[in-house]
């Protein structure tokens, strides 16, 4: 990757400056400089780790370095950035969070993970989970709520919140019931692998990573946090990937594809995502991972509304019509404000 001088003057002015490690999340977010321009002139490298869990489809090497090399494609033409992707390792992904303990347990880490998870079963957690979407239906309009959740006419935002729930529940519960491994003996969510599920784990991974700069894996990061916004919730709990801040690397980002979603022809999936056909399935995970990597090159904020855009998110969990969508606009986008991101 090619260092850019000012940037790294910045980055490094702004290390040495703070001696401390931040204890508290809202430290370190406070802590963190503003995210800068990503110049397109410069060609760069992104440094893949493909992270797998072996009772879920899987992703083969050859399958992997088609999916690189149809980013590097997608990259050039929608985004004008020149980058090769670089597979820098493989390997088991309860494994490398298991190596990862410590990260988990320090206490900036701890007071992410604790303000972040709710535990599904857990007393009050219906409460919890119910003020969170409150919290995100109270800032969106309702036109756009009726876009996720069926509403009688002259519902409230008490009633919208309920419905949000029941779509919720049933979705997650279904998803994390569904038979995995080999004849189906296992179920998707257990004990043993929910930490390779939580969002709030993979937000503390990630922003530790210094290996690489972006994981493909083939799980899935399913549950309810207390920052899940209306898509994420309807979805089920299910982010099928996300973006967040990094001091590790010079993009200050670092990011994660969940590709379950896209692989799995379970029942689940197939009721709420409808086929895939096979030949497919690689191209639509290329377009989500577009959606992310427009958050991580341009800054891009998420984006509302406008079908055929990539940078607006799937709806639901109906990923291949959104791919169709955005593919056949050639990811037209004739609404996108200016205004990019400084903070994930
Ligand atoms: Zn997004």
Same mark, same amino acid.
């Given at each position: 990757m090619v260092a850019w001088g000012a940037f790294a003057l910045v980055a490094l002015l702004a290390g040495s400056g703070c001696a401390q490690e931040p204890r508290t999340w809202a430290e370190y977010t406070e802590s963190l400089p503003p995210l800068q321009t990503i110049p397109h002139e410069s060609s760069h490298t992104l440094r893949v780790l493909y992270l797998e869990d072996p009772r879920l489809p899987k992703l083969d090497e050859k399958q992997r370095e088609t999916l690189y090399r149809k980013i590097e494609i997608l990259l050039a033409q929608w985004y004008s950035f020149k980058v090769d992707l670089v597979e820098v390792g493989a390997g088991d992904l309860r494994e490398r969070f298991e190596k990862a303990a410590p990260v988990f347990e320090t206490p900036l880490a701890k007071d992410f993970i604790s303000r972040n998870? *709710? &535990? #599904? !079963? !857990? +007393? !009050?957690s219906k409460d919890s989970i119910l003020s969170t979407i409150r919290e995100d239906l109270a800032r969106r309009d309702e036109k756009l709520i009726r876009r996720y959740v069926k509403l009688k006419p002259g519902a409230t935002k008490d009633d919208a919140a309920a419905a949000v729930f029941a779509v919720f529940e049933d979705r997650l519960t279904r998803l994390r019931e569904t038979p995995v491994g080999e004849e189906g003996? &296992? *179920?998707?969510?257990s004990a043993r692998y929910a930490d390779t599920q939580s969002f709030s784990h993979w937000e503390v991974f990630l922003g530790r990573l210094a290996d690489a700069d972006f994981v493909l894996s083939n799980s899935v990061i399913a549950g309810p946090d207390s920052a899940m916004p209306l898509y994420v919730a309807v979805r089920? !709990? *299910? /982010? @099928?990937g996300f973006v967040t801040n990094s001091k %590790? @690397? &010079?993009?200050r980002a670092v990011g994660v594809v969940g590709a379950l979603p896209f692989l799995s022809d379970a029942p689940f999936f197939l009721e709420e995502r409808g086929k895939i056909p096979q030949r497919e399935k690689l191209d639509t995970l290329a377009t989500f991972w577009m959606h992310e990597l427009g958050h991580f090159f341009l800054r891009m904020k998420e984006h509302y509304g406008e079908g055929g855009c990539v940078h607006v998110a799937p709806e639901g969990l109906r990923v291949y019509e959104w791919h169709r969508a955005v593919r056949k606009a050639q @990811? /037209?986008?004739? +609404? #996108?404000? %200016?205004e990019r991101l400084t903070l994930y």
């Open positions: 998870a *709710i &535990d #599904l !079963g !857990g +007393f !009050g003996k &296992d *179920i998707l969510h089920g !709990g *299910i /982010t @099928n %590790e @690397n &010079d993009y @990811n /037209t986008c004739r +609404f #996108l404000p %200016e």
